[in-house]
């Protein structure tokens, strides 16, 4: 395979579109997946979900501590479940960070 | 996700039965109560349970068949006050008749452990949803 299709298939460059459309799945950051969202996209609202539970247990555990308001299951479950979707993304970021590499040790 | 899922209805079913811990000891704390702001002795109060929904219905058709539990209603029990002799109490009647609170102290013992072991119950199976998910992510690691 040539460079240009190799760099077109991965969806870096300008290359041959015919190339990216031979293999008949669309491939790259641009491309639209069948669920309408790229990838890039999906991480993102991923990351700010596990953001957004990581503070809603932090807002909880704070006001179960210093304002005795809520229970104490309601905070540990909402730590249960940032610590949950904090996992996920980990495990997420190191198959994606492992293919990377797999693909940098590719030789050319 | 449905490990969220049964995050959410455990949250539920915890949230109820600590409900039901605070009602069992309101119970004892009145069970000589002979006034309230209602008038005449404190009557006993008792949880009802119904199963419910979640709220957020968008998932599959097996996601939305899942029950949370909530607590609609708490019912004031309208069995009759236990009287007693007692012409010495400030709350007596002419008769010398005193009306205590419709609490018996050994029901209220028996809701509170069922409470409490309905409490653990719930607490069992949060955790086994929880090594599941932990046994998930660990899917394709080589232990």
Known sequence: MPINALSASLGYGTGNIDANESLGVPIGPSAPEPGGQTFAAELTSLLTEVNRDQADAATKAIDLAVNGNGSIHDAMIAAEKAESSFRLLMEMRNRLIEGVNRLLETQI | MSFFTSLQVTGSALAAERLRVDLASANLANANSTRSVEGGPYRRRDAVFQA???????????????RAVTVPQIVIDQSPPREIFNPGHPDADERGIVQLPNVSVVEEIVNLRTAQRAYEANLSALGV????????LRIGRTA
Do not use: C, H, I, K
């Open chain 2, 129 to 136: 949803s929880r090594e599941m998910a932990q046994r998930a």
């Open chain 2, 52 to 66: 419910t929904p979640l709220e957020n219905g968008f998932g599959s058709e097996l996601d939305r068949a899942v």
